[in-house]
């Protein structure tokens, strides 16, 4: 099986997607598709499903040019798309979206629909058993997590038999276990013959899954290397060295050591040390969004080995109140219902609880709370109700809380996640005012275009170990390596 799209072009007005990109992937191997965001990773793909039609070029299956080329057509043909915007339909069980479709696909078997209904159903219903999903084939889509959602349109593509499979950021946004059900059937494909195309900006997904990886950046393939697991810093060098246009940067001679991290070790990392000081951000590539290889896991003492030094004295930090107390502000953008109080206003949940209680003037209050929704471009009103803001919006408010609770260590997890360019401008503001205030910024984030332009200290973590340290000295320079750092 061979997917190959030759000088294919597409432009949207004066602008170019996509300039003469030819690729090849190949059934049986995981062909990962890495560029910041922006780059036409989501248009090649759906130009490659049918989905978005190509202004010139080729689509060649087997080396048959498809010259008439639909959604309708790639089904039929065997190719399928799937990213993190659900097409299961909220109203219908599990079992009904997992059947929905199925006789506009023909290439599967010739066994007819009855036969080919039948063993889908065995099928969920075994799968559903052998990784423990949190469902039942009866279960309304609707009632179910966004994680699993993701798990079944996975699977959903996986059971219609594809030839090759396209897909586009799918885990970015799903739980540590969903993750590794997503990986397992991704490879199972694969081995089935499947030719698999993985898109994603977070390197380290990307290195996880892939044979080969392709980078996407204006607007052009410009390098194609198979992916060497054993020395996985190679690709990294490849993609710090491939920025180009970086986020805004702020440069701050940093000062005392804030926070530090010496030999840690637990059941996902393996010897993790780091520091932060004031006025610097340490930029962290790799680690888990939650669970053991995580920050909140050192933070809160889930540890068997190493220590955490606070201003030159060791902390043992058990609770959130405990981060509280010590000047320790975090944030994980993803997980926000954890952080949001429903049903209370954007005022009430801007402002930290001891702000309010030292300010009780409500039209200070309101002034305050104002002043952040403009710094942020944040177009709702102190008084509406937090659950009609977008998901945006609801992060920008988050990160205005954070700021306002005037902590010394500021820890983001991945917080511009899915959210739009300028919205992500506007924290990358924020974060560096506070990087100017003297505070340190522990950001961690698999978007390497992010890190890139952000960070002063730039840390890989790969399988729980840190594999590469960098110091990102000015926005005018290239990221260097450091041995010194490494060692440190």
Request: one cysteine or more.
């Amino acid at each position: 099986m061979e997917f190959r799209i030759s000088a294919v072009n597409k432009q949207y007005g004066d602008h170019g997607i996509l300039e003469n990109v030819n690729l090849t992937i190949f059934g049986g191997e995981i062909h990962g598709i890495v560029g910041y965001n922006g780059a036409g990773k989501s248009t090649m793909a759906k130009i490659m499903a049918g989905m978005i039609q190509k202004d010139s070029g080729k689509l060649l299956i087997d080396q048959v040019e498809m010259k008439e080329w639909d959604v309708h057509r790639a089904m039929r043909r065997g190719v399928f798309y799937v990213d993190s915007r659900t097409t299961l339909l909220p109203k219908l069980s599990v079992r009904e979206n997992m059947l929905y479709g199925l006789n506009s696909v023909s290439h599967i078997w010739p066994f007819g629909i009855m036969r080919n209904r039948k063993w889908m159903e065995r099928e969920l219903d075994a799968s559903i058993r052998r990784f423990g999903l949190e469902c039942r084939p009866e279960s309304s889509v609707g009632e179910l997590s966004n994680s699993v959602r993701e798990v079944l349109e996975l699977l959903r593509a996986k059971m219609f038999h594809p030839r090759v499979l396209l897909i586009d950021e799918l885990d970015s946004n799903v739980n540590h276990r969903c993750q590794e059900i997503i990986w397992q059937l991704v490879r199972e494909m694969r081995d089935d013959g499947t030719a698999i195309m993985y898109i994603s900006h977070q390197v380290n997904q990307v290195l996880e899954v892939s044979d080969r990886i392709s980078v996407l950046m204006d607007a052009h393939i410009v390098e194609t290397i198979r992916n060497d697991r054993e020395h996985p810093e190679s690709m990294f060098d490849m993609m710090f060295r491939m920025v180009k246009e970086r986020p805004p940067k702020t440069i701050v001679a940093p000062q005392a050591k804030l926070i530090e991290f010496s030999h840690i070790s637990n059941s996902r990392l393996k010897d993790f040390s780091m520091y932060v000081r004031e006025g610097e951000i340490a930029g962290v590539m790799g680690l888990e969004k939650e669970g053991m290889a995580s920050i909140e896991s050192i933070l809160f003492h889930q540890y068997h080995k190493g220590k955490v030094y606070y201003r030159e004295s060791e902390v043992k930090i058990e609770t959130p109140k405990d981060a509280v107390d010590s000047g320790i502000v975090f944030l994980n953008a993803n997980v926000m219902e954890d952080y949001l109080f429903s049903g209370r206003t954007v005022m009430e949940n801007m402002l930290p609880y001891m702000l309010r209680v030292k300010c009780r003037d409500l039209q200070k209050q309101r002034e305050i709370c104002q002043v952040y929704l403009d710094k942020l471009s944040i177009d709702v009103a102190p008084e509406d109700i937090i659950d009609h803001v977008s998901s945006g919006y609801q992060k920008k408010i988050l990160i205005a809380r954070n700021i306002l609770a005037e902590g010394e260590l500021y820890i983001f997890n991945n917080p511009t996640d899915n959210i739009d360019v300028v919205s992500k401008i506007d924290i990358y503001n924020i974060i560096n005012e506070l990087k100017r205030r003297g505070n340190g910024i522990i950001l961690v984030s698999d978007d390497y275009h992010e890190i890139a332009g952000i960070s002063d200290v730039i840390i890989v973590v790969k399988g729980g170990e840190i594999v590469r340290k960098y110091y990102n000295f000015s926005t005018d320079e290239k990221i260097m390596f450091s041995e010194e750092q490494k060692n440190a």
